[in-house]
């Protein structure tokens, strides 16, 4: 199994422009994790699901935040508009104890 | 109060020393714990998890957890330069299935 994978890797946007990250989750496993990393904030929890269904979004910063998991395979993080302030690496993982994916380095200018 | 703190550090420790890596919790009715080391410019990665009170070892690492105190803590025996990187805790707060709360992390430096 390849793991956890994230897409892109990296992202460079000016403010204001839309940016969609994508995960897709090691097979099997019923739960997905969004998290996001500052050094100021460590590692937050914006949002998880259950078998593609949101479960707790009370991480999601603002309405700018959106997540969405149309099946198993596929769930994306979308920001719009995008501000300086997103900038992060966000991470997805999935099950349990939880499986990390490489994560997208997300910087907004 | 966070609901799970640590010492952010830098924990510095000779090479063949023990480190010893400490992180408490607030909510009294938590029942998993794990310790995640990330590597700078990595991804967290699972290392050890504890379910109940006591002494869990795996090789190198040892992990303790007491309820009573609300207290976690990580050993790292015979420390290796490769050691060094954040250490994260994070507790399964109940009530809540999979959803993990994250402390700020330990960074730990181990010199040659």
């Known amino acids: 199994d390849a793991g956890v994978i994230q897409s892109p890797r990296h992202e460079v946007t000016e403010m204001g422009q839309e940016v969609t990250l994508r995960c897709k989750p090691i097979?099997?496993?019923?739960?997905l994790f969004w998290y996001r990393q500052t050094m100021m904030r460590g590692l937050e929890l914006l949002i998880y699901?259950?078998?593609?269904?949101?479960?707790?979004d009370s991480g999601m910063p603002e309405d700018r935040f959106s997540a969405k998991m149309p099946n198993a395979s596929f769930s994306t993080l979308k920001i719009q508009p995008s501000e300086p302030r997103d900038s992060a690496v966000y991470f997805c993982?999935?099950?349990?104890?939880?499986?990390f994916g490489p994560g997208t380095r997300l910087t907004v200018l | 109060q966070k609901e799970v703190e640590q010492n952010s550090g830098p924990l510095s420790v000779p090479e063949g020393a023990i480190a010893s890596l400490n992180c408490t919790y607030s909510?009294?009715?938590?029942?998993?714990f794990f310790w995640y080391r990330q590597y700078s410019g990595k991804s967290p990665e699972l290392i050890m998890s504890?379910?109940?009170?006591g002494d869990k070892e795996d090789g190198r690492f040892t992990a303790q957890l007491n309820k009573a105190s609300q207290y976690v803590s990580l050993l790292i025996r015979d420390s290796q330069p490769s050691d060094s990187a954040t250490y994260l805790c994070?507790?399964?707060?109940?009530?809540?299935?999979?959803?993990?709360?994250f402390g700020q992390g330990t960074t730990l430096q181990v010199k040659p």
């Open positions: 993982a999935t099950r349990g104890e939880q499986f």
């Open positions: 097979s099997g496993h019923d739960y």
């Open positions: 699901f259950n078998n593609n269904v949101p479960i707790d």
């Open positions: 909510d009294r009715g938590s029942q998993s």
């Open positions: 504890i379910y109940s009170n």
């Open positions: 994070a507790v399964n707060m109940i009530g809540n299935t999979g959803k993990l709360i």
